[in-house]
């Protein structure tokens, strides 16, 4: 899979499907599948479940080619903090200690490369710890991606906590389907949008 794949992606509530513009589109600002990066410290965050290692791994693949490509893509300005996973969270550490955000610079692309790598698919979904975990370190924007099932959504509980602590962060979701590209996680989905993000619906598997 290529940075210059294209996504097939579906708005929410849209009667058809959108082809979504390339992850990274050279002298563009960067984009994490359809959404454009656009924060000065952004937090991505990954599902690393066992579920992702279905159809031959093609969602995590998919996952790992899309991140890096944001990642590479970053401007000068812009910093980021990266955690992935399933039912705990496993967060990038940088040299310089946790918590601190990174310019994706090449020695820190190099690193980021040699963590992404070693990620495997394993465990549950749980996505209130992972957001709770990104929200810790105050982005701009959260960019979450999960292949979470319908009973893997949000609890009204998490909504309602996880709304109050979002405050400026705008939160983006990218909800991996195979299929008709139903939404799957709707609580998920509405903080996403009531943040000021948003949500999309993308097939893994589209290009093949």
């Known amino acids: 899979m290529t940075r210059g794949t294209l996504w097939v ?7 058809a499907p959108v082809l979504a513009a390339d992850a990274v589109s050279p002298g563009d600002r960067p984009r994490f599948f359809d959404f454009e990066v656009k924060g000065r410290r952004v937090a991505f965050v990954c599902d690393r479940s066992g579920s992702m290692s279905d159809l031959d791994g093609t969602p995590m693949a998919a996952a790992k080619a899309g991140l890096i490509a944001s990642l590479e893509a970053l401007g000068e300005s812009q910093q980021f903090h990266l955690f992935f996973y399933s039912d705990r969270v496993t967060v990038y550490t940088p040299p310089g200690g946790p918590g601190r955000p990174m310019f994706a610079d090449e020695e820190t692309l190099r690193s980021v490369h040699r963590f992404v790598d070693g990620i495997a698919p394993s465990g549950g979904t749980r996505h209130a710890d992972a957001l709770a975990a990104a929200l810790a370190v105050a982005p701009d924007e959260i960019f ?16 309602e906590r996880l709304s109050t602590r979002l405050g400026r962060t705008r939160l983006f979701v990218v909800q991996f389907s195979v299929g008709d590209g139903s939404t799957q996680s709707p609580r998920l989905a509405k903080l996403a949008t009531t943040s000021g993000g948003g949500y999309r619906v993308v097939d893994p598997t589209a290009n093949e």
Not at 9 to 15: Q, S
């Open 144 to 159: 979450l991606l999960t292949d979470g099932a319908s009973r893997h959504d949000l609890e009204p509980q998490d909504v």
């Open 9 to 15: 992606c579906m708005l929410v509530g849209a009667a």
